[in-house]
C-alpha cells in the first residue's frame, strides 16, 4: 500500500493494493481512519460497505493478473465524499437481479441503494475502469 503525501494536507487520500480479497479490510481500516479524522462520522458504515463491495468485485471481476493492483481514491469536499476504484479491467459493471437464493448479484443494487450517485467510466489512458461512489455529508454546526 502507498499513500500519496498529499494525503496528510488535504482530505484526499490515495492508495494502491495487491488485487487480492484478502486487502479488503486493508481498505476499510484505512477508510474508517481518513473519515474519523475528518469527522465524517455519519457516512462511515455507508462509505465502508460500498467501498468494500466495489473494491471486491475489482479484485473477483476486474483483476487478471497476480501483479495487478486495485487503486483507492478519496477527495472529501465540504459536503460530498467521493470514493473512486480502479482496476485494470475495461468491461464496465452490469447490474444483475438475483434470485431469491442466489448467493451473489446484489452488490451493485446495494451500491444504488446507499450511495447518492455511482457510476463507472473507463480511463483516459484506456487502462482499466474507474468505479466511483458519492455520499452526502450531514455537518452538523
Known amino acids: 500500500m502507498r499513500l500519496a503525501a498529499r494525503e496528510q494536507e488535504s482530505r484526499t487520500m490515495h492508495a494502491n493494493f495487491p488485487a487480492l480479497g484478502k486487502h479488503a479490510g486493508d481498505v476499510r481500516r484505512l477508510l474508517m481512519k481518513h473519515l474519523a479524522r475528518w469527522d465524517w462520522l455519519d457516512v462511515i458504515n455507508?462509505?465502508?460497505l460500498v467501498a468494500n463491495e466495489v473494491?471486491?468485485?475489482a479484485v473477483?471481476?476486474?483483476s487478471q493478473r497476480e501483479t495487478d493492483t486495485v487503486s483507492v481514491e478519496v477527495d472529501c469536499t465540504a459536503?460530498?465524499?467521493r470514493v473512486a476504484i480502479t482496476d485494470s479491467s475495461r468491461s464496465l459493471p452490469r447490474p444483475r437481479?438475483?434470485?431469491g437464493f442466489a448467493v451473489g448479484g446484489r452488490g451493485l443494487a446495494l451500491v444504488e441503494a446507499l450511495s447518492d450517485r455511482w457510476g463507472a467510466d473507463l480511463t483516459q489512458d484506456g487502462s482499466g475502469k474507474q468505479v466511483w461512489f458519492t455520499?452526502?455529508?450531514s455537518s452538523t454546526p
Do not use: I
Request: glycine content about 6%; charged content about 15%; proline content about 0%.
Open 97 to 99: 437481479v438475483a434470485s
Open 55 to 57: 473494491f471486491v468485485n
Open 60 to 62: 473477483e471481476h476486474g
Open 135 to 137: 455520499l452526502s455529508h
Open 79 to 81: 459536503d460530498t465524499l
Open 46 to 48: 455507508d462509505t465502508l
